[in-house]
């Protein structure tokens, strides 16, 4: 692991550690998905794959849970962006478990190794390529707290990816890291995060141009943390939830060739 991703995965825990979301359950708003294995190097690993209603081959999304689990409120993003047009898989890093408190969240996300969490990420994008829905079929990824920080280290991972969104993830900073990106990258972040700054987040956007990558990133003045989550009592801000999700949704479309 290099020691921009240790900083990112330390900081992932710190930020997740001061909003505590209570678990709602809304699975009966979310299509019905295909539980679906594969080899993540000598295990096998579960995700959820969620298929759009139209026949024929699909761009796809990988769908990055927050330090929660893969609980209903991540299930139903990747439902819906099933209905936009993708062939989504819902990642399971924590083998099944889900936490309900910030306690049990804590503990699960310091008891997954980086480099096992990348390489199930990287697994699942082989599974997609090797799916007859997918196939050559461009492949982007997307992820909330904890998730919106491994998506930005997939990125670095895997040059395949084609489009990668980061919803308040904490950006890598190593320019070696960030030379690797190959992927379209857009962020999602709260002005009034106490754990990303929005100094950190526009650092990430001018190196990366400096690169010539291409990078999009928003700061939402008055948001904290896990804004776009309703579960977040506190913190939820509608408003900017809606417009994240538009914009990252428009470029799935413009990236992907999915529907907006």
């Known amino acids: ?79 819906e962006l099933a209905k936009h047009g993708y062939v989504v898989l819902a990642v399971d890093l924590y083998r099944g478990k889900v936490a ?35 196939g050559s079929s461009p492949i982007g990824a997307i992820g909330w707290c904890m998730g919106g920080g491994y998506a930005l280290s997939f990125a670095v991972a895997d040059p395949n990816l084609k489009a990668v969104v980061a919803n308040y993830g904490p950006p890598p900073t190593d320019q070696t890291s960030l030379a690797e990106i190959k992927a379209a990258i857009l962020g999602n972040y709260g002005g009034q995060d106490k754990g990303i700054s929005p100094e950190s987040v526009q650092s990430f956007a001018a190196d990366m141009k400096k690169l010539g990558k291409s990078v999009d990133v928003k700061i939402y003045p008055d948001a904290g943390h896990a804004f776009e989550n309703p579960n977040n009592k506190a913190g939820y801000r509608a408003e ?14 413009r990236e992907l060739g999915g529907k907006p």
């Open 240 to 253: 900017d939830a809606a417009d994240a999700k538009s914009r990252y949704l428009r470029f799935f479309a």
């Open 1 to 79: 692991m290099t020691a921009s991703a240790t900083r990112a995965a330390t900081l992932l825990l710190t930020i997740a550690a001061a909003v505590s979301l209570p678990v709602i359950s809304h699975a009966a708003d979310a299509a019905t998905p295909k539980d679906v294995s594969y080899q993540s190097g000598s295990e096998t690993v579960h995700g959820l794959l969620y298929s759009p209603a139209a026949a024929g081959k699909h761009p796809a999304v990988i769908v990055i849970h927050e330090w929660w689990g893969l609980n209903d409120w991540v299930k139903e993003q990747a439902s």
């Open 100 to 134: 309900d408190d910030p306690d049990t969240a804590h503990q699960l996300s310091r008891g997954l190794p980086q480099d096992r969490g990348i390489r199930d990420l990287k697994a699942a994008a082989s599974y997609l390529r090797s799916n007859k829905l997918v």
